[in-house]
Structures are given as C-alpha cells and as structure tokens.
DNA sequence: ACCACTTACTTGACTTAGTCAAGTATATCA
DNA sequence: TGATATACTTGACTAAGTCAAGTAAGTGGT
C-alpha cells in the first residue's frame, strides 16, 4: 500500500485503454496474416530498415525478445538472404546487423501494407480529427516513454494566433485550482490581453511565449505605460514544465528588451501568495515596492508592486 | 490512390505509435508470465468477470479470437470449474457463459496484478500528467473506437473557470484556420468576454456553455444592451460537434431567456462569411436589419445586424 | 412445411511462435 | 590471471494459435 495511490478511475481508465489498444493491434496484425512474416518478424525488419548498425542485443532490448528466438530468427532471415551481418571491429562477440537488397525488396510490400492498413484507418477520420489523434497519441508516448527529454527543452516563439486565449484559459483554471481564485481572474487576464493585442505597439512592446513539443507552456507580456516605464504582465509557467528554467528566462527576456529599448524601470504587480514567481522576480534584482491588501478575484489578497531600475 | 491522401506525417505518428504501444503491452503482458493464464485467458476472464450473459461468439467477436481455440480454452476452463455454462432460452446453439465462485478466486490475483501494474505506471508521473495521460487515452481510444456515440450527444452548463479562456482560444484559431482572420478577432472576443464576465448581471444577462464528452464544444451569450433589446454574441460550434444541433438549440436558450426576461427585441451582429451560422439564425426567426462592409481582422468583410422581435 | 442458407459452436490435425536452460566465445574488472 | 559478465547460439520443449471440416440449431423464402 502506497502513500500516494493514483485514483481508481485513473487506473481502470488506463487498464481500459490497454484492453482498447490490444485489440486495435491485434486488427492491424491481421493484415499481416497473409504475408510471408510474423509479427515478430515484421517488426524486426522494421527495425533493421530504419536504423544502422543494430546488433542482435539491441534488438532483443527494444522489442522484448527472447535472444534465442531472436538468433534463429536472424539466421532463417540470413539463410534467405534477407540481412547480413558484419564483425563489428570493437567487439567480435557481436555482429552489427543490416538487411541486403533482397531483404529490403522483401520488406517493401509490409511497409506499404501496414502504411495503407493506416492511412485507411485515418481516412476514416476528418483531418482536425486526425490531428488530435495524432497528438493524443504523442502525448501518451512522451508520458509512458521513458523521460526520453525533448532534443530542445523549450523554444521562445512570438505571439500566434490561438496563443491568447490559451493563455487566459489556462491560467484561469491553474489559479482557480491553486488558489482557488474565482472567474473575475480570467475575465481580468482576457480584457488585459485584448487590450494587449488592439492597442500593440511593436515598437515598444512585445511578448513571449515558451513551446515545448508544440504546446505552449509559458507567456510574459511586456507593455508600455509610459516614455520611461515598462510593465511585465502575466507571467506563467504551466506546472507541467517548472523547473526548467522557462520563468527567469522570460523575465530575463523582459529585461532585456526593455533596456535595448530605452525604457527607465521596469515595473510588475503580483500577489504574495505566487511565491515562486517572488523568487524569479527577487533573483532578476526586482526590488519590492510597496504592497497593500485588496479584496479581488474572491480572495483577500495582498497586491504588490515591484520594480527593476534599469 | 485515394483523392483526400491523410498527411504523411501524420501515417508515421499513427504507426509510431503502434510499435510503441505494442512494446508497452508486451512488457506489461510479462507480469502474467509467472501466473496459471495466457494474455489470452486473461483477457477473457477479464470479459467474463465485467460482463453478464456473454456468449462464445460475443468473445470471439470482441477479442477477436479464433472460434475453435476459444471453444477449447472455455471447455479447459470448465473441466477446471472456473466457468459455467448455461443454455440460452431463445437459442439452442448458443449458451451464456460465466464465472463460478472458484473462477472469480482465480481472477483476481490476475486482476490485482494488472491493477497494481498499472497503478505503479502511473505512479512515475505526477498526478496532473496522469490526468493528461488519461485524457489523452481517451481521444485515442473515442477517435478509433467505432463510433460508439455517448449517451448523451451533448449538455449545457453554466460558465465555469476556463471556459472564457477556451472559447477566446478555440474561436481565435478556428476563424484563422478557415477564414484567415488575424489575432485581432481572437482579442476582440477576449475583450467582449472579458468585460462580459466583469460587469456580468446574472439577472439579465447570462452564457451556456455546450460539453460533450467533458469538452466545451459550444457557447453562446446574451448580453443586455438596453432594458428592451439584448444582444446575442459569439455563437459558436466546434466542427468536430456539428450537425448535432447544438447551434440551434444554444440560439433557443437565448430566445427563450431573452423572452422570459421581458425583453423586446433579442439583436445580435455577425459577418455574412459566417454562412452555417446565418442559417441557425434564419431558421430562428432573426430578420436581417442591415449590413455594411468594414476592414477588420485583416480582411474585408461585410458585417450584418440581425433582429428577433420577441 | 420444406429446402437452402446461415449461425454457433466443436473437433481434429497441424504449425509456429515463443520459452528455458545450458553452452561457447569474447570482453571486462580487480 | 582468474572470476564474472556479455553476446550470442543450440537443443529440447510447450503453449498458443490456425485452418478446415463437421454437427446441430436457427432463419428466410416460397
């Protein structure tokens, strides 16, 4: 018995799913009936055609197989004429395996066989349809992939369309749940972003918004209030993505901007109980200005000013 | 060669996919290895444990077994005492088959096991990448699934926390995708729903909010503009919801609040470009009052009053 | 009421896919 | 240099699944 057990319906929902996925691939593996290779084999093939210098190890350990299988299976393959394999000059007990020509003829037919059997299968589908599937199916990869960390952790990117709304939508709901602040929150997010958005200035103002893998996990807006103050607005960082670093970045980004723009100060307001968002604030040489209580968003809260001589 | 080819990109995700998921279901059958049961039993203990009235062919059909191996797996599992099988009434050829006390014994390590399997899985991440996991399995699994439409095709609910935030997104993006509005329209629907929620009077004002499947799929709002006339904005509909009729059925909801409230005339203003949901108007009774061109959100439009006389 | 056809299993005869244990050659580490 | 680990390989199995043919019961049309 653990400490921390995952709800019921979380587990059954995912023990559904399993039993759901089983079944879809036991239908695609049915197209493979006909063919002249196993599943297992196919797979195989598979492996050999897009990656070089595999050894028999490497296969065993990315399919789950059993080395034995896997050695007979390789052989009847080389026997066939399908793969070669070549000493590996490091190591003798190992041979790096590749397929020949013929084996590539021989595996052609699957690949389209198992291409078609899912193009068929999204046709199905309308293409935005195609598009959540295709990223649900991601995100369950990257969840249940072993942390395999994303080549580029996050990237900063300008403001797209689509971007706004998500930025309200979401931090409505992360306040909502952290701090159990009511929809007057949101509402205040959307009109400072509308009014963001219709009275730009690309000149003096500007935003930011930090990806990673396709979703947008972190904003700050900078905008003018006058010649010589500069005000961050807004920043967040989904809790998904914390820890990396993306929350001093914008700000250092801010910073940045508004002294290459000539800017004097810039100056933030926030609420004490953020206090991670404090810390970046502090760390960027943010000094307190004043704070005072105020009642809003169905909190009593304490508002804060900070401000960075710049 | 089909006319409407689903994206490459999008064939490899899927297969991508597969192969992952395959592997994942593989190391997750190597917890049965040590048990009495095949993945195979297991799944069908699994069906017989949660379903009542189950016959051989149901079996084969949704596990997609062969006719011949189920009949002698059952009849093992029989000699064994863990299932019974009971003649059907209406036919003869058929019987219903369930589990004896001593089957349901014999399940359940095998269904702890898989729950404990999956509950440590889970366990790895922090609670809301499970729920993101386990929304994302969803998609997947309603997406493939063969259309088993939910019970009930849609509700409507009152705003919550997020909903504002969505709708900003979702409309800001569906009216660039198919229209090529710029991000001036996503922050104008950010301003009206901003000032919307802000000086929102529950009284003569009021939103519905269409979900299905725990997705807003839909909104609308009325706002009051005089004691007389209130105004119908932002109807919307994801593509993936139409033809259910919950445009319709949304513009009801504010025809019959708008009438219970005593106002006169329910008016609302839309572009003529926005043809499906003219139709819903049209259908409704609105009356086209006037219309003129204007720039906006990067293109040229033609913007139309609509009045209801109630 | 009857015949052709379908459905719901069952049985027999197989193959294949996969497992497990033991063995060999090479590499690594102390 | 010897003990241990790794990268296969081989032998000996068995479970798992397939395919075809058969039987009994239902269905539909005339």
Redesign the pocket.
């Known amino acids: 018995m653990t400490i921390h057990q995952p709800g019921k319906e979380r587990i059954d929902a995912v023990r559904g799913f399993n039993r759901f996925y089983t079944r879809q691939i036991g239908l695609l593996d049915e197209g493979l009936?006909k063919s002249a290779?196993?599943?297992?084999?196919a797979r195989v093939l598979y492996e050999l055609a897009h990656r070089d210098g595999l050894?028999?190890?490497?296969l065993v350990r990315d399919l789950g197989?059993?080395?034995?299988?896997?050695?007979?299976l390789?052989?009847k393959f080389e026997e066939r004429g399908l793969v070669e394999?070549a000493a590996t000059e490091?190591?003798?007990?190992?041979?790096s395996i590749a397929l020949t020509p013929a084996g590539r003829v021989a595996f052609a037919p699957l690949n389209q066989g198992s291409h078609d059997q899912v193009a068929a299968l999204l046709d199905r589908l309308p293409a935005p349809e195609q598009d959540r599937l295709v990223k649900a199916m991601q995100t369950v990869q990257s969840l249940l992939g072993d942390g395999a960390e994303p080549k580029i952790p996050y990237m900063l990117r300008p403001l797209q369309v689509g971007d706004i709304g998500w930025v309200i939508h979401r931090q409505g709901l992360l306040y909502a749940q952290e701090y159990g602040w009511d929809e007057t929150y949101e509402a205040l997010v959307a009109e400072i972003l509308g009014a963001f958005v219709k009275s730009f200035d690309p000149k003096w103002e500007r935003s930011w918004f930090a990806e990673r893998e396709g979703e947008v996990v972190g904003s700050v807006f900078v905008v003018r209030q006058s010649d010589a103050v500069a005000k961050l607005r807004l920043l967040y960082v989904e809790p998904s993505a914390r820890g990396l670093g993306i929350g001093r970045r914008l700000v250092e980004e801010c910073i940045v901007f508004a002294r290459a723009k000539g800017y004097k100060r810039l100056t933030l307001w926030t609420n004490d109980v953020l206090t991670s968002a404090r810390r970046i604030y502090e760390a960027a040489g943010f000094k307190l200005a004043d704070e005072e209580r105020h009642h809003a968003f169905g909190k009593d809260l304490v508002g804060q000013n900070w401000n960075l001589e710049l």
Chains 1, 2 share one sequence.
Do not use: N, W
């Open positions: 009936l290779f196993s599943l297992t084999e050894t028999a190890t490497d197989l059993d080395p034995g299988y896997l050695s007979r390789l052989k394999r490091a190591d003798a007990r190992r041979s």
